[in-house]
């Protein structure tokens, strides 16, 4: 299995998304920080793109998360810590 189909992959970068918008950045925002284009970010929370590790990680801090935030919803059988 592609780890983009993986639910907990999903849970992750719905979770990096959610934090993006609860802080009002914008895809584009994200982008020129990261000086890549918006369609990178964009592809990679609509799952059309995969994040390596090193992309998620600074996707996550400049969101304002550390990738520790993102490990209940990794480890194990990838169950929300916060349900």
């Given amino acids: 299995m592609k780890s983009i189909h993986d639910p907990r992959y999903r849970r992750a970068i719905n979770r990096i998304r959610e934090t993006r918008l ?4 914008r ?5 020129r920080t990261l000086g890549v284009c918006r369609t ?3 592809g ?3 799952f059309e ?3 390596d590790l090193l ?3 600074v996707i996550a801090k400049v969101c ?3 990738l520790s935030d ?3 919803l990794l480890a194990g059988g990838g169950e929300d810590a916060r349900k």
Avoid: C, F, K, N
Avoid at 22 to 25: E, K, N, P
Avoid at 27 to 31: E, F, G, L, N, R
């Fill in 22 to 25: 609860a802080h009002g950045l």
């Fill in 27 to 31: 895809q584009a925002d994200v982008a």
């Fill in 40 to 42: 990178m970010i964009s």
């Fill in 44 to 46: 990679i929370e609509t």
């Fill in 49 to 51: 793109r995969r994040a």
């Fill in 55 to 57: 992309e998620t990680y």
């Fill in 64 to 66: 304002g998360l550390r």
């Fill in 70 to 72: 993102l490990e209940p």
